[in-house]
């Protein structure tokens, strides 16, 4: 099946919407247009489960940055946490839970959209885009733009994008996925 390169250095990225960092130059936590805790490119970490080996090399890198003063004598119980709101999330762990999220996204889309194969390069990067930005469940309500899509009416599936929730709550990422939609040229964030 047709797979678009979701590698770290392929030209797919996605910039979300109020992304902004910390004085340490890690991601801040910071609330999407639907009013979840956010965090990278656009991770829900309300809604989703952050990945395990993630957060263990997080801990990891924070050990190792410790020093014997905050350690104390060795009378005392460390105990080591990652306090994602104060901390942010380093560039690192953002790109790879990107990287993850955008691959289980288009695996999702292969296997439940038919005409995968008939769409082109943009209309497959919109799909990948809105499905990562909202999953596959609640994409799969549009209905009427998919109906649109397989028939390669590409104003209507565009009209369809605008005509939602989805919409209104995203901001510029929407539009530009809209745009792209209607004029079958990628549109930069």
Not at 17 to 25: I, R, S, V
């Amino acid at each position: 099946m047709i797979k678009i390169d979701l590698s770290a250095n392929s030209e797919f990225a996605i910039k979300a919407e109020g992304e902004e960092k910390l004085p340490n130059g890690n991601h801040k936590v910071y609330k999407c247009p639907a009013g979840y805790d956010t965090v990278g490119h656009g991770f829900n970490i309300e809604k989703n489960k952050f990945p395990v080996d993630i957060a263990k090399k997080l801990l990891s890198e924070k050990v190792n940055q410790l020093k014997d003063s905050d350690i104390g004598d060795g009378n005392y119980t460390l105990i080591v946490g990652y306090d994602i709101e104060k901390e942010g999330l380093p560039d690192w762990a953002a790109k790879e839970l990107l990287k993850r999220v955008l691959n289980a996204s288009q695996d999702e889309l292969i296997k439940n959209i038919k005409f995968w194969g008939d769409l082109d390069y943009v209309r497959r990067q919109v799909l990948i885009d809105m499905s990562y930005n909202m999953g596959w469940p609640t994409l799969n309500t549009f209905k009427k733009m998919f109906s649109a899509l397989e028939k390669k009416d590409y104003k209507k599936a565009a009209a369809e994008m605008k005509d939602s929730k989805w919409y209104k709550q995203t901001g510029f990422r929407s539009k530009k996925l809209h745009e792209s939609m209607l004029t079958g040229k990628w549109q930069e964030y």
